[in-house]
């Protein structure tokens, strides 16, 4: 390393000016450029059908082979599709990934050495005697032992932060089947309720006139007039919270508050088998995101840990320097500072590392062990809402073959209209059963399939649906 002074004779050194101005040419050289990024408007999507993602990329291989095309409508693989590609929140946690990554960059680099330039001017003049300088280079040698724990550390939380998005892009698509089913059912839910409202409006309208008509008692219409309000209401009802369902489902798929949701297709099904269960379940800490994320918030805190422990002892820097006094005798040396390891000794980070450590160690042992006790609970859920839900198809089936038998023998004049409507109210009941049996069903396995994150769970032929 060659040091120059500013004393030093003609031709020997370059002057202090020149030094300083080469070092900001040097420091310079590599520094980034500021650029504009205007916010956006936020409009979100708005013509569904153009839409277009490439789904080499999406995180389960049963999107990856689906057919993505929403010219004819879109259905539950189309909408778990659009919401991974388009989803703000993954928006968001794609950035922050970045910025792991960037923080990861930034661990990795040497620390840049420091420059130190002083010069000392007389007061007064004196004969004799001039202005003294000094200057040198040192650096943090601690900062360079510590770089390959921190660099393992920051590598670790850009992976844990990978996994983390992984995980919940593998929750927006659970999310989005969700929503697609429960939008699907609330659509045929309003169908039966505005078709009961239909179909009751002669009804009502009936008893209205034998009321008015002296021919009912207000005791004994009050179930025909209730029976057409209850039905307007059910419908208002359903509408609130169908648009509620739509538009929380826009808002996950990134569209605009009025794009068009032309859903197709059956809800999404599942029934995985036992087998299929246990052997999914014995690889989990191997293939679900959420618990490689948390290895890898173990590792990073591993590496945390003994970058805590290396820095306990002394911390050294080191530099070289040469100076002049004022008499002009030129000298040089060696800079080495030294930490005492007297009070601190790092012991308060080492205890704070330890801890966290173990907190990491039993919040990944708890997430396991909950996983498990919720997929045994969601396996014997199915087994039992299976059941329900082929009772409730059957139970539907032999009302609505009532209520059609009903109607007409009440047009007919053969029935009186209590009995229609106690028949009506019946099969409207077994309809909206048989409708959340299935959602419940269809919400389980979807949360089953989520939590055992596996994507070789074929869907049930043998799952009821009505027809």
């Known amino acids: 390393m060659r040091l120059f002074r500013k004393d030093l004779p003609h031709g020997r050194g370059i002057p202090l000016v020149r030094a300083l101005g080469l070092a900001c040419v040097v420091g310079l050289s590599g520094c980034a ?10 409009q979100g999507a708005k013509d569904v059908s153009q839409l277009s993602v490439d789904t080499s990329t999406m995180p389960l291989p049963a999107l990856r082979s689906h057919p993505f095309d929403l010219s004819h409508g879109m259905d539950v693989t189309d909408a778990a599709i659009l919401a991974v590609a388009n989803s703000p929140d993954l928006k968001v946690m794609r950035d922050q990934v970045g910025i792991a990554r960037a923080q990861a960059f930034q661990a990795g680099l040497l620390p840049d050495p ?9 007061t007064h003049p004196i004969p004799g005697y001039r202005t003294s300088s000094a200057y040198g280079i040192s650096e943090d040698i601690t900062s360079l032992l510590l770089r390959s724990t921190r660099k393992a550390a920051a590598n670790a939380q850009a992976d844990q932060a990978n996994l983390d998005l992984l995980w919940a892009e593998w929750q927006t698509i659970a999310q989005a089947r969700q929503l697609f089913n429960q939008v699907v059912s609330l659509r045929e839910q309003q169908r039966q309720f505005a078709a009961e409202q239909v179909a009751l409006a002669p009804v009502d309208g009936y008893v209205r006139k034998a009321l008015q008509e002296g021919n009912l008692t207000f005791d004994a219409a009050s179930a025909g007039l209730n029976a057409y309000a209850d039905a307007t209401k059910r419908l208002s009802d359903g509408t609130v919270q169908l648009h509620q369902a739509e538009h929380d489902l826009r808002v996950l798929l990134g569209l605009a ?6 859903l197709i297709g059956e809800p999404f099904k599942a029934s995985p088998t036992p087998d299929q269960v246990e052997v999914a379940l014995a690889s989990l800490p191997q293939r679900r995101p959420d618990l490689l994320a948390l290895q890898a918030g173990y590792k990073s805190q591993e590496a945390t840990l003994r970058g805590a422990i290396r820095a306990q002892f002394p911390a050294l820097t080191f530099g070289v320097d040469r100076q002049s006094d004022n008499s002009g005798i030129p000298s040089h040396g060696i800079n080495i500072g030294v930490t005492l390891p007297l009070f601190d000794r790092n012991r308060g980070n080492i205890a704070i590392e330890k801890a966290t450590r173990q907190q990491l160690k039993d919040d990944y042992e708890n997430r396991v062990l909950t996983t498990r006790n919720d997929i045994r609970q969601l396996m014997l859920d199915q087994d039992t809402l299976t059941k329900q839900l082929e009772q409730s198809q059957a139970q539907s089936k032999r009302l609505d073959e009532a ?17 229609y409507l106690s028949i009506r109210a019946n099969a409207l009941s077994a309809d909206t ?20 994150g596996s994507t070789d769970l074929q869907p049930s032929s043998a799952s009821a649906s009505k027809p």
């Open 257 to 262: 508050p009025d794009a068009p949701l032309e």
């Open 33 to 42: 450029t500021y650029s504009h990024l205007p916010l956006g408007e936020g």
């Open 403 to 419: 209520r059609r038998a009903a109607e007409s023998a009440w047009q007919k004049g053969l029935l009186d209209w209590p009995t």
């Open 433 to 452: 059963d048989y409708i959340a049996a299935r959602d419940q069903q269809s919400q389980q396995a979807i949360a089953l399939e989520a939590l055992l």
């Open 114 to 122: 420091q420059i130190s330039i002083n010069q000392e001017y007389l």
